[in-house]
Structures are given as structure tokens and as C-alpha cells.
């Protein structure tokens, strides 16, 4: 049983686990901040400072703050938001790093001579 926790706990694939959550987790600090101190407050200047953590709903006397569950969809969707575009654009380096194209080799005269004989031959002409 060791031995098989051995082989399993130093796969590569734990390993680059491990890294993709430490990452991950780097990230999303970098997200929420970019959402709490660059979107957020542009979007309430936009739409006048709009603050829904507040929000109650007095249902039988009892007041239910829905206003946070809400405040934290908008937050969701624009943190999800802000990571499409940011995936978005690096995939679009990426794209373009794979769009370089090798030179083609440089065919010799005698190759080159042979090849269009055999597409003569090909299509049943004569030489």
C-alpha cells in the first residue's frame, strides 16, 4: 500500500496538480483585485455607486438579506468575465506564435526534374 501511495503521490501529474492549484490561487487574487479595485468602482461610477449587499426581503417579520447572495452573482460574472477575456487574449498569442511557418527545403534541380516526370507520368502523358 505504500508502495503504491509512493507512485501516486510522485506522478508528474500530481506535481503539475499541485502547481496548476498554487497558480490557480495566485490568480485569483490577481482577479479579485482587479474586480474590487479597477471594475467594481468604474462600474459604480457608471451606474451611480450601486450597492445591492444591503437588500433585504421582510418575509413574515423575518428579513431575509438576499442583497449579498445577489451582490455575489454580479461579483461571479464579472470575475468570469474578466478571465474569458484574459484567456481569450492569451490564446490568441498563442495562435499566432503557431501560425510561423518553416521554409520549405530547397528541392535539388535533378529532384525537382524526376517529381515533375512522375506527375507527367501520373496523368498518362508522354515525354
Known sequence: MWKDFKEFAFQGNVFDLA????????????VSSLVANIITPVIGAVFGGIDLSHLTAPINGVNIPFGE??????????????????VRLLSKFKQKEEVVEEAAPE?????????????????????
Request: glycine share 6%; no cysteine.
Open 69 to 86: 447572495f445577489v451582490q455575489s452573482i454580479i461579483d461571479f460574472l464579472i470575475i468570469a468575465f474578466v478571465i474569458f477575456m484574459v
Open 107 to 127: 528541392i535539388n534541380p535533378q529532384e525537382a526534374l524526376l517529381t515533375e516526370i512522375r506527375d507527367l507520368l501520373k496523368e498518362g502523358k508522354s515525354l
Open 19 to 30: 502547481v496548476a492549484v498554487v497558480i490557480g490561487a495566485a490568480f485569483g487574487k490577481i
